[in-house]
């Protein structure tokens, strides 16, 4: 068939076939992809008309919901008086302005913004801060210290931080050392940083989590004491302390930053995902003012010299700041409201056959399924390929499916997505079960 004669759902279907590479995605035997073209709250609708309820934020970018009119409109606003200008001796108002409402709402210390595209940038640019302060202070410190089951980007760094597994295997002999605490959810990670502190404290630079859930790694959430003794032991060791707010940033734990549910100040913070409210790219990390004033010389050579193409895009800077503004009482009232309605949902799943825990933070409610542990288990697989079919998107990690919507969701849009899992667990599966669906391995 010629593309004039196909409908708009094959055309994009062909010309994907042929030319596109997905991520995370085997191109070998995936499923079509779903093409798309329009959303709105937490729906996204594909091109036959169907609706889709967006359980996962479009991969937990989406905060208040899709195309949020106070958004789209300082969009094409800003598209239309600045475009992009380069951010090396040029600057303009919506970066400054986000920069100071960014000073405004983080952790206190937090004083210094810089930008880039993505999370993980935001976390390259965290390390390489870190590191290159001591040295710039004729101090090196070379070690970064990482949890268990952390996910922290695709990048070389990110990836060095995060923890081994499928995505990282390959690379492993050319990533850099990192020094492994357990998991806060299920080892000592204290007593192995203190340990850690003893051997090497002298070398070691930073240590970076993933404030109160480790999100990719089965969204694993852990104990505000625990982040609070970690800062204790580093502020004493003179040690930074990067909170990667990449996933929890922008009210996904309930506050806007999940430091503050442990009233933590970190020396590093990495934003992105809910930044722009989910809708342009753009990433930033703050610092602290001593870290900044680390690499302020008459020295050249003590220049941050890293830089981003698009680094502080003023239309993705006017999205942000739109976004922000729109984090006010209600959506604070909707981020409860989420909280409670997922709350009940997973009560009622608790000691249900087929569940074996089910955990919370915030806005964001997990299951995990009682089937063997490991990235490449089918029951996560099997559970999206079902939802898909019965309109909901969900994204299993392995074993653990989460609901992490967008805060516009009602609780009778919550109750889908529970419905679903509910009529899963009871044996309810896609037909055909090939027609797959869309899972982390
Ligand atoms: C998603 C994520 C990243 C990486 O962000 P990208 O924009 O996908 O590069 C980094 N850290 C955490 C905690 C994340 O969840």
Known sequence: MHPDDMTAAERVL????????????????APLPVPVVRASGSWLYAVDGRPILDAISS????????????ITEAIATQAAQLDQVIFAGFTHEPAAQLAAALVGHLPRGLSRIFYSDNGSTAVEVALKLSLQSFANRGT???????????????TFGAMAAGARGVFTHMYEPLLFEVARLPDPSEGDTLAALDALIDARGAEL????????VLGAGGMRTWDESVLRG???????????????????????????????????????????????GGVL?????????????????GDRTKTFFHGHSYTANPIACAAAL?????????????????????????????????????????????????????????????????????????RPLGPVAYCLPPYCTTDEEIAQVYDVLQRFLEGARATPLTTGGPIDD
């Not at 090196?140 to 980007?153: D, F, I, M, S, W």
């Not at 060791?237 to 970190?266: K, N, S, W, Y």
């Not at 790219?281 to 010389?297: K, N, Y």
């Not at 089910?358 to 089918?378: C, F, H, N």
């Open 281 to 297: 790219p753009l990433g930033a990390t703050a610092a602290t003012e001593a870290i900044f004033d680390a690499f302020r010389s």
């Open 322 to 394: 739109a976004s922000l503004d729109l984090f006010d009482e209600q959506s604070e009232d909707d981020r409860i409201r989420l909280e409670v309605a997922q709350a009940r949902q997973l009560d009622a799943l608790r000691g249900v056959p087929g569940v074996r825990a089910v955990r919370q933070i915030g806005t964001m409610g997990a299951v995990e399924l009682a089937a063997p542990a490991g990235y490449l288990s089918d029951v996560g697989r099997e559970l999206a390929a079902y939802a898909l079919q019965e309109g909901v998107l969900i």
């Open 230 to 276: 970690i800062r204790a032991r580093t502020a004493a060791a003179g040690v930074h302390l990067i909170a990667d707010e990449v996933m929890t940033g922008f009210g996904r734990t309930g506050p806007l930053f999940a430091c503050e549910r442990a009233e933590v100040r970190p020396d590093l913070l990495c934003m992105s995902k809910g930044l722009t």
């Open 140 to 154: 090196p410190r070379r070690l970064v210290a990482a949890l268990e089951h952390a996910y922290h980007g695709d």
């Open 14 to 29: 062909l010309h994907d076939a042929a030319h596109v590479w997905h991520p995370y995605t085997q191109h070998h035997d």
């Open 205 to 212: 630079a930073a240590v970076i989590v993933e404030p109160l």
């Open 59 to 70: 991969w937990w970018v989406t905060t208040h919901g899709h195309c949020r009119p106070e």
